[in-house]
Nanobody
Framework: QVQPVESGGGLVQAGGSLRLSCAAS????????MRWFRQAPGKERAFVAR????????VYADSVKGRFTMSRDNAKNTVYLQMNSLKPEDTAVYYC?????????????WGQGTQVTVSS
């Protein structure tokens, strides 16, 4: 596929956990970085987490630090977002974003999104 593909969303009670997966696109070569964003109803899309494909620690938005963990499996070209201690305000469509270095540019490729709903 030419876009990343997310999976793993669903409905969970507050305090529960979910794990999202994102399979990188089938484009040639490896991504430069992978990111998670989310968009709640009536709000703009917001950054959640980022991981560089070459290594290093993930970076998180303040709102999810200590609760969410992003990881990658280079062999499977897949990243994960483990979400613990979920809150109703985490309810959103979660999007996977693939950043690729192509020529002199960095280009973004977006998944279709997966719904996460946290009930109180």
């Amino acid at each position: 596929q030419v876009q990343p593909v997310e999976s793993g969303g669903g409905l969970v009670q507050a305090g529960g956990s979910l794990r999202l997966s994102c399979a990188a696109s089938g484009r040639a070569g490896s991504p430069y970085a992978m990111r998670w964003f989310r968009q709640a109803p009536g709000k703009e899309r917001a950054f959640v987490a980022r991981i560089d494909w070459s290594g290093g620690s993930p970076v998180y938005a303040d709102s999810v630090k200590g609760r969410f963990t992003m990881s990658r499996d280079n062999a499977k070209n897949t990243v994960y977002l483990q979400m613990n201690s979920l809150k109703p305000e985490d309810t959103a469509v979660y999007y996977c974003n693939e950043v690729r270095a192509e020529g002199d540019d960095y280009n973004d490729y977006w998944g279709q999104g997966t719904q996460v709903t946290v009930s109180s």
